[in-house]
Antibody, heavy 113, light 112 residues
Framework: EVQLVESGGDLVQPGGSLTLSCAASGFTFANSWMSWLRQAPGKGLEWVANIKPDGSGTYYVDSVKGRFTISRDNGKNSLSLQMNSLRVEDTAVYYC??????WGQGTLVTVSS | DVVLTQSPLSLPVTLGQPASISCRSSQSLVNSDGNTDLAWFQQRPGQSPRRLIYAISNRDSGVPDRFSGSGSATDFTLKISRVEAEDVGVYYCMQFTHWPHTFGQGTKVEIK
C-alpha cells in the first residue's frame, strides 16, 4: 500500500523559513516523479513543485520560484520542501503527491504575525 | 498558464440521478506523444483529493464504474451515472500536459 506521510507544518512569521518532509513507502520511490501541491483554506488546489525520479530536474510554479526548493533522498525514500521568505499567501495545507495520483494527508503551514 | 474552466461550480443532485461536470481548457491538452494528460479528482469533506480518472477516460483502481470521463483536446466531461451519498464533495479537473500543471476551480456536488 502506498503511504505518503507529511510533517513539518507549523505557524511561522512572514519572512520566515520552514522545511516540510514526506516519508514514502509502499512503492519504488526512486522511480517516481514526486510533487508538492497546496490548498489554501477553503480554496482550490495549486501545484507547487515537481522533481524528477533521479532528482536531476525540478520545476516550480512562478509564485514560489526562488523561495522554495524541492529535493529528495532516494536512499531514505524521502521528499522535502525548503520554504524561505514565506508570505501570508503561502498559508495552506501542503500535500506530498506521487506521480499526480497518490496523496498524503497534508500538513498545515500558517504564515502569520 | 493553461486555464481550466469548470461548470457548474455548484451541482445539487437527487440521489440516484445522473450528474455531469464540464471542464474546458484554454489550450489543447494533447501532448507531444499524442496523449492527453487530463485527470479528474474527488475531494470529500475533510479528506485529501483522490484521483478518479486519468488520461481523459481511464478509471483508477477501486473507482466505481458509475464514474466516467470523456472528451478531447480542450473539452472534457466527468459523469456520474447515479449519484450516491458518498459522492458528495468537490470535483476538480487537472491538466499536466503543460507546466505549471493546473486545476479547474472545483465543482461542489451536494445532495438535494
Amino acid at each position: 500500500e502506498v503511504q505518503l506521510v507529511e510533517s513539518g507544518g507549523d505557524l511561522v512569521q512572514p519572512g520566515g523559513s520552514l522545511t516540510l518532509s514526506c516519508a514514502a513507502s509502499g512503492f519504488t520511490f526512486a522511480n517516481s516523479w514526486m510533487s508538492w501541491l497546496r490548498q489554501a483554506p477553503g480554496k482550490g488546489l495549486e501545484w507547487v513543485a515537481n522533481i524528477k525520479p533521479d532528482g536531476s530536474g525540478t520545476y516550480y510554479v512562478d509564485s514560489v520560484k526562488g523561495r522554495f526548493t524541492i529535493s529528495r533522498d532516494n536512499g531514505k525514500n524521502s521528499l522535502s520542501l525548503q520554504m524561505n521568505s514565506l508570505r501570508v499567501e503561502d498559508t495552506a495545507v501542503y500535500y506530498c503527491v506521487r506521480s499526480g495520483r497518490e496523496w498524503g494527508q497534508g500538513t498545515l503551514v500558517t504564515v502569520s504575525s | 498558464d493553461v486555464v481550466l474552466t469548470q461548470s457548474p461550480l455548484s451541482l445539487p443532485v437527487t440521489l440516484g440521478q445522473p450528474a455531469s461536470i464540464s471542464c474546458r481548457s484554454s489550450q489543447s491538452l494533447v501532448n507531444s506523444d499524442g496523449n492527453t494528460d487530463l485527470a479528474w479528482f474527488q475531494q470529500r469533506p475533510g479528506q485529501s483529493p483522490r484521483r478518479l480518472i486519468y488520461a481523459i477516460s481511464n478509471r483508477d483502481s477501486g473507482v466505481p464504474d458509475r464514474f466516467s470521463g470523456s472528451g478531447s483536446a480542450t473539452d472534457f466531461t466527468l459523469k456520474i451515472s447515479r449519484v450516491e451519498a458518498e459522492d458528495v464533495g468537490v470535483y476538480y479537473c487537472m491538466q499536466f500536459t503543460h507546466w505549471p500543471h493546473t486545476f479547474g476551480q472545483g465543482t461542489k456536488v451536494e445532495i438535494k
